[in-house]
């Protein structure tokens, strides 16, 4: 049996408030090729479908439209909820799409019934386990103790063996959501620490022949049957550059045979630059990453007058913008601190120094004083 490992779609995420939907649907949707060019018969989303709990009537459309997709190209799905994802609506009429071979595992009280596929050398049992909210899960688990997500998850893959006990000629599969021991994390996952016992060893997954791991949105490899497949899209600038990824699980008659990493496009991809502006809209070879997502550091020493819509005037994918020249450093004094003892008038021209890199001149400095009595005066008649 050959399974297809993603996982962290998102779908519905944003890049600095620029829309992702069209990006991701190219994306996910062009997982229906791989399916069929490698003859998946199973595809695993580790959780994190969705990028928030309650998503867009748009984000639905997409997940639709990618599922169906992936349905048509031949492999049955199986997903499962992460920290993101609201578990009771992305679970809503499981039972119906399971009879269309969309298996979606949201119920924690159930995570021990697997999805039980068949190939020539018999069953694989697929575990889904959803995002467990250590507080809440541990209720619906029945524990008495453990509020950690080692505790919590313990338990869950007792009852996973439990179950796998009973099969034993099956080989086994395990979806979870979770920040595991030796994984490296990037600065586009929500942090799911609660009271700082959010990291599970891997060991916790013994006994299975392949673990798929959902949270981490860079690919990576815990053991060989233990691995992160990583989000489908950069979703932070800090991801630029990452080639993303799913991994291409092979199951034969003794369990894991073979494993292996199918590069995934990048509709557009994340650059970063840095620079004067005059140097960035005039440099020629900046023409190859005009349609790239851009995050942009300016260095000039005075800060240029609307940054932003220039920079988009050439490049219309720059998304976000930040000003590092010599005369944006702050002095590290809180808010309150920088007032203490300061007429109006040194605030205002703070303000200017701090808007411009450049202080009032003096002109600009009589300027603002006949502006502040004046103003005052309005205060006083009113």
Sequence with gaps: MRLLHTSDWHIGRSLHGTDLLAEQEAVLGGLAEVVAAESVDVVLVAGDVYDRAVPSADATGVLDRVLMRLRRAGAEIVLTPGNHDSARRLGFGAGLMARSGVHVRAVTPALDEPVLLSDEHGDVAVYGLPYLEPEIARHELGMAEGRS?????????DRVRSDLFLRPNSRSVVLAHAFVGGG??????????????????????D??????LGHLHRPQTLSDRVRYSGSPLAYSFGEAGQQKQAWLVDLDAGGLAAVRPVPLPAPRQLTLLRGELAELLAEPALDSVVEHFLSVQLTDPIRPVD???????????CVHLEWVGSGALADGRSYTERLSGRSDL????????????????????????????AAAREGEDR
Excluded: N
């Design 307 to 317: 940054p932003m819509r220039q920079l988009q005037g050439r490049f219309p994918y």
């Design 346 to 373: 040194e605030v205002a021209d703070e303000f200017v120094s701090h808007v411009r890199g450049l202080g009032a001149t003096p002109a600009e400095r009589d300027l603002l004083g006949r502006a502040l009595v």
């Design 184 to 205: 490296v994390p990037s600065d586009s996952e929500r942090d799911i620490c609660v009271g700082g016992v959010d990291l599970v060893p891997a060991a916790i997954f």
């Design 149 to 157: 997500h080692e505790a919590v998850l313990t338990v869950a893959m």
């Design 207 to 212: 006994g299975v022949d392949y673990v798929a």
